[in-house]
């Protein structure tokens, strides 16, 4: 798979729980995903420079379903979501090396 996303886009790979055992935000109503982080855009422009992704290759991110893309890659599903509409991830190895 060659796919790069632009921007501040990030491809996600769906966790297989996410999908039966998500959470629900009572205010909103609205189930929320969590996959695996695979490509990273660039970043976002904004007026004063660039502002690089703080995520990483390999992180576990969680996103509303409102804010997924989905598309397929050799057969298989993927988000490409928005950064900005990610609401938080995990790191497995937390050293900032």
């Known amino acids: 798979m060659n796919f790069k996303p632009l921007s501040d886009y990030v491809l996600i790979t769906p966790l297989e729980d996410s999908q ?3 959470l629900i935000v ?3 109503d609205k ?3 969590t996959g695996k982080v695979l490509a990273i855009g660039n970043g976002r422009w904004e007026p004063f420079g660039l502002i690089a992704s703080s995520l990483r290759v390999g992180d ?3 996103f ?3 804010s997924k893309n989905e598309i397929r890659l050799d057969g298989k599903l993927y988000y490409v979501v928005p950064e ?3 609401l938080g991830y995990t790191r497995e190895n937390s050293n900032p090396n």
Do not use: N
Request: hydrophobic letters at 50%; a neutral charge.
């Open 84 to 86: 900005r509409e990610i």
């Open 64 to 66: 509303a379903t409102f």
């Open 20 to 22: 039966s055992g998500g």
């Open 26 to 28: 009572a205010d909103a």
């Open 31 to 33: 189930k929320i995903l």
């Open 60 to 62: 576990t991110v969680w």
